[in-house]
T-cell receptor
Framework: DGGITQSPKYLFRKEGQNVTLSCEQN?????MYWYRQDPGQGLRLIYY???????QKGDIAEGYSVSREKKESFPLTVTSAQKNPTAFYLC?????????????FGPGTRLTVL | GEDVEQSLFLSVREGDSSVINCTYT??????LYWYKQEPGAGLQLLTY?????DMKQDQRLTVLLNKKDKHLSLRIADTQTGDSAIYFC??????????FGAGTRLTVKP
């Protein structure tokens, strides 16, 4: 089945550690996105990538890094520089060839810093 | 304002209609979306409307768009307990930047 997968579903990290969240899609979408969701707030864009080997910062990129070495994969690293990393992280993808450019979301990863 | 705005909570009785409202920011937005999020899950695209439309109906869902007021609503007819979730409004701005509201938590009481 086509879709977006994120792993793991739950992730625990000690303060000072970097951690990488996985996002894979088999929809042949060119664009991929990472959002952060906090309670009572809308989704905030961390990073996005329109094409392989290229990515741009979103609204809250500080303390995060990404790579886009393959079309299917867009991993997000939460670094120790991120001051408040506990949140629900959502990955999305879209086809830039479609007029609508609708984003489809993965199931999310809940990161908790202990 | 800069933000897509939604009320945070809505509670209805099973069988009633639910209306979730949203105001967006960019009068040139091309598409407006409604997503549904169940507990601990990702966002599921429910429906969307193109900006040149006033209304779209899809089974129990009706989307109304008032471009003049930049107001979007989602009506769920015959609301069921399985409709309990958080509903996000989103706009695709003219620069292809997508913006989301904070989400409305719909609670359906039996």
């Amino acid at each position: 089945d086509g879709g977006i997968t994120q792993s793991p579903k739950y992730l625990f990290r000690k303060e000072g550690q970097n951690v990488t969240l996985s996002c894979e899609q088999n929809l042949n979408h060119d664009a991929m996105y990472w959002y952060r969701q906090d309670p009572g707030q809308g989704l905030r864009l961390i990073y996005y990538s329109q094409i392989v080997n290229d990515f741009q910062k979103g609204d809250i990129a500080e303390g995060y890094s990404v790579s886009r070495e393959k079309k299917e994969s867009f991993p997000l690293t939460v670094t120790s520089a991120q001051k408040n990393p506990t949140a629900f992280y959502l990955c999305a993808s879209s086809s830039t060839s479609e007029i609508m450019d609708t984003q489809y979301f993965g199931p999310g990863t809940r990161l908790t810093v202990l | 304002g800069e933000d897509v705005e939604q009320s945070l909570f809505l509670s209805v009785r099973e069988g009633d209609s639910s209306v979730i409202n949203c105001t967006y920011t960019d009068s040139s937005s091309t598409y407006l979306y409604w997503y549904k999020q169940e507990p601990g899950a990702g966002l599921q695209l429910l429906t969307y409307i193109f900006s040149n439309m006033d209304m779209k109906q899809d089974q129990r869902l009706t989307v109304l768009l008032n471009k003049k007021d930049k107001h979007l609503s989602l009506r769920i007819a015959d609301t069921q307990t399985g409709d309990s979730a958080i509903y996000f409004c989103a706009e695709m701005r003219s620069n292809n930047d997508m913006r989301f509201g904070a989400g409305t938590r719909l609670t359906v009481k039996p």
